[in-house]
Structures are given as structure tokens and as C-alpha cells.
């Protein structure tokens, strides 16, 4: 899909250090169900160190919010999710409030980036809507 300026709704980046979010993990409990949905667990638990794509998961909510122009006083992190499609690219699925946000501002669609090291993580999320 190519968008044209018009098209640019907005771009997040994020950097979520792995070592940091481990540490808040092991903190506090419950933590983990605030930030990431059951499917996000699932998947980052068939991994042999499951808070790196944790962290990646983190970064990439984030950078949503960026690219919606909100923060985390506006959007619970629950309300992103990443997911993954067919080939298993990372997908952008929004519900409650982020939905909303991003159908006022008539998001069509995303393109979402993921990289990791066992350090650090992150993301780059780019909203679009459709040329008119």
C-alpha cells in the first residue's frame, strides 16, 4: 500500500529497555495483565526468553499512542494489541478508546515495525487513512 502525504495520520517510535521491564515484571504483581492481553502472553511465552518480545510488545503500544497523538493517561495498554497475520507480521488490533481514536481519526490501517536485541526493544508504528 502506498499513502501519500495526505494519506499520514502519524508515526510513534518507541525503545522499551528489556532488563527495566523484567525487573517491573518481577516487582509488581499483576503488572503483566495490565499491560499486555492474554494473546500477547501466549505468544511471548512460546519464546525462550519471553520478555524480550514482551518489551517489543510494550515499545509497539507506545508508539501507537504516539502515532495517535495520545498518551497513556488517554489509552489503556490493553487497548493495543499486537498480533500477527497469515505470514506473521506484526498487526496493529485496537479496542475500547484506541479503537475510537483511531476511527476519529480515520486510521484505515497501520504499518507496524518490531526489532529486538536481548537488551532492547523497539518499535515504529505508522498510522494512515486512505487518500481521498
Known sequence: MSAGPDALVGVGTDLVDVEELRAALDRTPGLQDRLFTAGEVEYS???????????????????????????????GFTEIEV???????????????????????????????????????????VAVRAPD
Open 83 to 125: 498480533a500477527h497475520d497469515v505470514g506473521g507480521r506484526p498487526v496493529v488490533v485496537l479496542h475500547g478508546r484506541a479503537l475510537d481514536e483511531a476511527n476519529a481519526q480515520e486510521v484505515d490501517a497501520w504499518h507496524l515495525s518490531l526489532t529486538h536485541t536481548r537488551s532492547l526493544a523497539q518499535a515504529f508504528a
Open 45 to 75: 511465552s512460546r519464546h525462550r526468553d519471553p520478555v524480550i518480545h514482551l518489551a517489543a510488545r510494550a515499545a509497539a503500544k507506545e508508539a501507537v499512542m504516539k502515532a495517535l497523538g495520545r498518551g497513556i493517561s488517554d489509552i
